[in-house]
Each structure stands twice: as structure tokens, then as C-alpha cells.
């Protein structure tokens, strides 16, 4: 497990005094052929010079960083479809998108894999809103409000049993990833992960809610604004009309785990 090709997908936008040490307690962690992608949209507080300085400083032996640098800011989704497809193309066999501001904690990622490793589940979505999950009690309670209540929207209106759809913190199998077909995402903002979500559940995915307590970050400012909030709103319909003649896949039944690894040795990461 500890040999598994994993890349950690960091979107980053003014995430300057969160990266360095985000990026230590990565690497800190018992995983042998961990992997970074970073994607960056020209952040004003220099988060991409910072990243570029911390590739360099990393990549010495083996490339162990790969920054993305985009022009201006473009949205989450597009940023997690920027990094996950480098990531496939870097030969990862698992991916994991998380926030780059602690909210998710790195050792998360230990059971994950874990879980992945014991069950050959699909995706694993580290979850707010199943027993044992919680929510920061610092977060103040329009933002509780608002997240509970985005869950029930987007479920009732998509009929999913995922419970925390707009969780951004989730373990990827590598054919998972390819069989979503990331290209045809439109999702931008925190919507793109109630899209991933849904097409997982469509598609008829293996997926697991590990449950893990959500801290709020430590420091720097939620990049939530009004037009993502709205975008939440209609995309969900606009999902539902877009996928409404997909008819749900079923995945064979998972009676033994499935083999996981893509080429049975460390993948070639560039
Ligand atoms: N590259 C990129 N990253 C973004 C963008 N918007 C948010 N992020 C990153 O996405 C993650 C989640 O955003 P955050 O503001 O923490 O959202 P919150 O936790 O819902 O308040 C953080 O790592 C942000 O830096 C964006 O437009 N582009
Ligand atoms: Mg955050």
C-alpha cells in the first residue's frame, strides 16, 4: 500500500501561507511513490512562485511536484479537471482531491488508501455527513446552514444516496477517473463536485463515505462568492435535463476486492 502511485491534486488560489506546510505533512506521510499536482491560477499572493520554489526544492532526485499555472482564476472545476488528467497522464493508479487550507486533514488519506486497498471501492469520499462525521464547530452557522442545506437540494433534486455531495475531499481510482470522461464536466465552481458525485453514482460506481471531521481553514479566505453560489443552483437542474435518458450502470458486484493497480509496479510519473 505504502508503494501505491497516489498524486494529491492541490487546487490553489492565495493559498501562500498554507503551502509549504501542507506540502511537508504530504510528504510526510508513509507514501513511497506520492505524487503532487498543483494548479495554480496566478494567485496574487504568489502562491505559484511559491510552488514553483517548492517543486524545485522537491523535484532534486525525482519529479515529486507538478505545478500547473494558469493564467487567471478559472473555477475549481476546471482546475481539478486540469490536475486529475495530469495526473492520469503522469501514471497515477489513485488520485486525491482536497482543499489546500487544512480543512482537509492530510492523514485522511492513510485510510483512504486503506480502504481502497481492503474493499477495491471506486471512490471514496471523505464525508461530513455520515455517523461519525462532523462538521468544525467554529464554522459559523450560515455556512453550516447553507452547506446542510445544499446536501438535501442536491440530493432530493438528483435522487442520489451519496449524503455529503459537495464534499471536496475524495480518493479516485485511476479507471474511475477515466470512465467519467473529464472533458465533458461543465461544473465550475463547488457544483463540479456534486457533478463528479452524481456521475459516479450514474455510472453505477463502487463509492464509500469515510467519515472525517471537517476543520475550517486556518488561515486565508473561503474563495465562496455569489456567482458560485448561484451556479450551484440551476447547474443541478441542468444536470438532471443533461443526464435524464442516462440510464444507471451497475458495476459487477464487488464479492472479492477488485485488482487495482494499473501496471502492478510504481507508475512512471515524469
Ligand atoms: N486554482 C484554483 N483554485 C481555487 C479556486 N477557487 C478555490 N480554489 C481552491 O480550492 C480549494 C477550496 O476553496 P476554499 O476557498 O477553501 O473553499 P471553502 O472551503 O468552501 O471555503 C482551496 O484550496 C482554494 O485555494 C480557483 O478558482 N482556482
Ligand atoms: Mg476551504
Redesign the pocket.
Known sequence: MHLAALAVV??????ADNLEELIETLFSLPLKNLRLVI???HSPDGTGALADKLAQRYNQVQTRISVIH?PQ????GT?YVAGFQRALSDGADFVVQM???F?HSPTYILQMIGVVFATGMDVVIGSRYVPGGSLDETWSWWRSLLSKWANIYCRTVLKIRVRDMTA?FKLWQRSALQDIKLHTIRSNG?IFQVEMAYLSEKLGFHIIELPIHFED?RV?????NVSVKLESVWRVWELLWRHRKRVSGVREPLTQPRPIMNSGRPAPHR
Open positions: 492541490l487546487p490553489t488560489y492565495n493559498e494548479v495554480d491560477d494558469r482564476k478559472g473555477g475549481l482546475a482543499d489546500a487550507d480543512s471536496g463547488y481553514r486565508g479566505q473561503s474563495k465562496m
